[in-house]
Every structure is written in C-alpha cells, then in structure tokens.
C-alpha cells in the first residue's frame, strides 16, 4: 500500500463501485480532486448519462460531474490495477457484486466501504462480507461514515465523516484522498464501531419517522433517539467497539441526521408506514435503497443471539415485518418494567 504522501493525482488509481447517488457523489469528489476515477454502475442508463452528459440523472439529477470521471458496466475492467476500490452499492448486493472480482485484485489495492448494512444472513458488517468475498485481510480495509447526504455533499456544503481502519497508514491514506475544504475526514481505529453506528441508525431512523408521522411532537423524538443510541452501543460494547466512538460522527452524527433529516430514505419509510401504507408498496415507490428495512431483520436476530436489550429496534422490526400497529408498538414500549436509566457497565 501507498503512503499518502504518495498520492499523486497522475498516477494513484481509483475505482467507485456503484452508481448510485453515493457513489456518484464520491466519485466526482475525488475527480474533481484530479485524481482519474472508473465508475462501475449497475444500470446501463446510468453509464450513458455520465458518460455522454456529465449527469446522472437517475440518482443525481441536476448536478454536473467532472470530465475525469468516467463510468462503464464491465465490473472487472474498472476494478483492474487501482490502489483503491470504493465500494458503495446497497448490503445485500454487496456479496454477489464482489465476488465478481475474487482472485482478481491487485496485492496493492485497498478497499474502502461505504456501504452501511448488517448482512441478514450471516450478521456480518460490510467489512465481514468483503473480507470473505475477496479473500483479503483487515489492514486493507477502511470504512467511511458519518453524517453526509449525498445531494448536500454534492453541493459542497460542509460536511464531515470519519474514516476507520486497524491499519493507521491506510486511515490516513484515505483521509488524504478524500478530504477538501468542504469535505472533512477525521480518522480513527474501530472499524466495527464505525460500521455499526453506520448500520443501525437507518433502523433508528425508520421508528423516528414513524413517531413523526403520528404526530407525536419533538419530546418523544429526541427521547427515541437519545434511547436509540443507547441500544446501538449495547451492541457495539458487545462486539468489542469503543464506546466513545458512538458519541462522534459515526455515532451520534450520523443517527441524529438520519432520524431528522428530510432527505433521509430511512426516516421517509417510517413516516409512510405512520400513515398506513403497506411496506410492499412503500418500497415499490422508492428507486434508491432504505438500507433499515432489511437492517431491521439483521438486528433483531443478532441481538437475541447476543443477548442484548435492543427494544426500540425489536419494535420497529415487529412493526416491518410482523405488521404490529405503530400505537400498539409506542405503547408497549413506554410500559416496560420502570428501571434507571444508565446500563450499569
């Protein structure tokens, strides 16, 4: 692996694997940085509408992309000889998607993911799953999280993430890739915390649309997400994270962005269901991915494997995919047994 002080724009090669809004965003990030960057997309209008126009008008309408990107369907050709591979397509494609390229990369490539899920299957984080599908180990690996629509990063709004790794050069390395005066990374080592606050907030978001869709005011929201984060770093202390990494940008963050923003996918989700439409349809209206749909099962099934107090997502899971009432799930929730507030460890 590089050094970031190697990152010259004329010869380290990067690849963005996924043409969604994410994606785009950070690949004309890093173009508009200088750097030549190769965009795998999925869907063949995407690749046209980059390539011919500069736009892509499915995920990202309206905002022109840089002439040094340039986007292509061949999965393998836009992966081969890269030092870096970002990898930005929805949890439960993620396996299939990057199998393609087992056996394929170069010893030097590094891998950031920019995916928030928890596989249902299996449980694993995203970085689980790539570790898996291409056979690599974690000092190639970094995740990329924290509080950043990709309609207001693409505006250049200030924004600010974190980047984690258990390798520091690689932290740092990408921290220098993809930092600008309007896009601020921060580093740090806890690769699990990071990924988790990531996942389970988009579940936390999706109760908190529902809470705004009733109607029940800005009390019981910020009560929701204060004992949100509370049940995201149970589990996180439980799969070995630092506990202060949910009190920053991956944790705390991100989880008050999602469970507020207008733009989130998430929160959009929970209000629909509040109005009563049926999950079936509410996803057939929605182009781009709810990641805490199938988060919700996730969760659900490892905290009771685990053995960790996770009621408000048991709830929102039961609300998903057991059709319990949301009134009837808020009720059940504010009349458990009375206890104090801080877990004792």
Not at 184 to 190: A, G, K, Q
Not at 294 to 316: E, F, W
Request: contains cysteine; proline residues 3%.
């Amino acid at each position: 692996m590089r050094n970031h002080r190697d990152l010259d724009p004329a010869t380290f090669r990067i690849a963005v694997i996924g043409g969604g809004s994410w994606g785009t965003v950070l690949a004309d990030l890093l173009a508009d940085k200088g750097f030549g960057v190769d965009l795998w997309a999925f869907e063949r209008e995407v690749v046209e509408q980059i390539n011919s126009r500069r736009e892509n008008r499915l995920f990202l309408p309206g905002i022109p992309l840089s002439s040094r990107l340039t986007a292509s369907s061949n999965l393998a050709e836009v992966a081969s000889g890269k030092d870096l591979l970002v990898v930005v397509v929805p949890s439960h494609v993620i396996r299939e998607t990057m199998a393609v390229l087992a056996g394929c990369l170069d010893a030097r490539t590094s891998i950031v993911s920019a995916s928030k899920g928890i596989e249902n299957q299996t449980h694993l984080t995203m970085t689980g799953v790539l570790k898996e599908t291409l056979k690599i180990t974690d000092d190639r690996l970094a995740v990329l999280s924290g509080p950043s629509f990709a309609t207001e990063v693409a505006k250049k709004y200030p924004t600010v993430v974190t980047v984690a790794s258990c390798h520091p050069a690689l932290a740092q390395l990408v921290q220098q890739a993809f930092a600008t005066p309007y896009f601020r990374v921060y580093t740090c080592n806890d690769t699990i915390g990071v990924e988790l606050g990531g996942s389970v907030k988009n579940v936390i978001a999706i109760a908190a649309g529902i809470v705004d869709g009733l109607g029940l005011g800005l009390n019981t929201r910020a009560a929701l997400i204060t004992r949100g984060m509370t049940e995201i770093r149970r589990l996180g202390k439980r799969m070995g994270a630092n506990p202060r990494t949910f009190t920053g940008l991956a944790g705390f963050g991100d989880l008050i962005l999602t469970c507020t923003g207008d733009l989130s996918r998430n929160h959009t989700v929970g209000q629909k269901l509040a109005s009563g439409q049926r999950l079936s349809d509410i996803l057939a209206q929605m182009r781009m991915v709810a990641e805490g749909v199938r988060t919700a099962k996730s969760v659900y099934n490892l905290s009771r494997k685990l053995g960790v107090d996770m009621p408000i997502c048991h709830q929102t899971y039961r609300i998903l995919y057991e059709n319990m009432a949301p009134r009837e799930a808020l009720f059940q929730l504010m009349t458990r047994d009375l206890k104090q507030e801080l877990d004792e460890d």
